[in-house]
């Protein structure tokens, strides 16, 4: 089948992963759908696209809120793939964890449930590592697809509702799926190029943080770090790989930063931001976490942009390149 007779709905466009995604699938000749919260964001939403090049005549959107059931069986129809990557994502822990909880557990129930009865083939979900290492206590342990964040452990709101509303969705196929195949990718925090203004909280708290001076310690934790083009990328891959269905992937790319590690490489790589950065060095405060990201580079022949690239990306395209 060609991929022009192909449809694919992406759930959330609008996001700074969304939007790439929906560059790549109109760049590799999809039919392409896109739901956004309200239809006033598609001028937006198109003008990113066609300042990065897109041919958006293929292109059509729907409005659905992940909290509503109204419009998700329209959009779902007639489509064979469907990526979800909405998901409340907000730099702030909320008060009530339920803001965050209810719409990423119950949005991709309604997700599966409208893809199931619209004879959906997959759905490729967005999930996050927040789904698999908040509750190991074992500092040495290299983490990696099978494990799993305990949901009843004190974590914040938002590792919570990426824990439970993957699980949830694993669930909603085993017992209600009637065939519907689901992959889930786990990103770490995704960085690389922003495209306008459409950016998540891991670029607004870490690059910006830093390069605009408001971040002055350096958390005693570590990250991984992906660029959003390889993330794009491997939910691509895991839709048309023919034993994706069923399995998760661990999305990072080769060892992990602290925040101070970041502030230094900008500071060395992008000289004309060192007099605003406050951050001093710590690394021997860091605690350097350790993950397997074998699994998708041996299935997908995935070679993910190196995490040093994917931090200066985006500080090039939020504040030019000199
Ligand atoms: P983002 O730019 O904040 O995108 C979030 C998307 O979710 C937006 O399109 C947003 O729509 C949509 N959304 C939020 N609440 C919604 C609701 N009630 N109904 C419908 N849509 C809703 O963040 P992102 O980084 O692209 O995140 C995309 C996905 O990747 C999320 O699932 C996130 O958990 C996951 N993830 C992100 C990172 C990271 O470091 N960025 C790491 C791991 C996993 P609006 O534009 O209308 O707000």
């Known amino acids: 089948m060609k991929s022009s007779d192909t449809t694919v709905l992406v759930i959330g466009g609008s996001g700074f992963l969304g939007l790439q995604w929906v560059l790549q699938l109109l760049d590799a000749g999809y039919s392409v759908r896109t739901t956004v919260r309200a239809l006033a964001k598609k001028g937006k939403v198109l003008q990113a696209l066609q300042s990065a090049g897109a041919n958006v005549s293929r292109l059509e959107f729907f409005e659905a809120d992940l909290t509503s059931d109204k419009n998700w069986y329209t959009a779902v129809s007639g489509c064979r793939y469907v990526l979800h990557v909405a998901s409340p994502f907000p730099a702030d822990n909320p008060q009530d964890e339920n803001e965050l909880i209810v719409p990423a557990r119950d949005g991709a129930q309604r997700v599966l ?36 964040t305990d949901e009843n452990a ?120 060192a ?18 990201n074998q699994k998708a580079k041996n299935w997908f022949d995935w070679k993910p942009i190196a995490k040093e690239s994917a931090i200066l990306a985006s500080v090039d395209s939020l504040y030019g390149k000199a």
């Open 154 to 273: 004190p974590i914040p709101a938002y590792i919570k509702s990426k824990t439970v509303a993957e699980k949830a969705a694993w669930n909603f196929v085993r017992t209600q799926g009637n065939g519907l195949e689901l992959s889930v990718i786990n990103p770490v925090g995704i960085f690389g190029p922003v495209m306008g203004d459409n950016y998540s909280a891991s670029v607004a708290t870490v690059i910006k943080g830093i390069v605009d001076g408001k971040i002055t310690e350096s958390p005693d934790f570590t990250f991984g770090v992906v660029d959003v083009r390889d993330v794009a990328d491997l939910h691509l891959k895991a839709m048309v790989h023919p034993d994706a269905a069923g399995e998760r992937f661990l999305a990072t790319s080769d060892g992990v930063m602290s925040f101070a590690d970041v502030a230094d490489l900008i500071r060395k790589e992008r000289p004309q931001f």
């Open 113 to 148: 449930k409208a893809a199931k009865e619209a004879n959906v083939e997959r759905v490729v979900m967005t999930s996050s590592f927040a789904a698999i290492g908040y509750s190991e206590p074992d500092k040495t342990h290299v983490f990696s697809e099978v494990d799993w």
């Open 275 to 292: 007099s605003e950065i406050n951050i001093q060095h710590k690394t021997e405060d860091s605690f350097y976490i350790s993950m397997d």
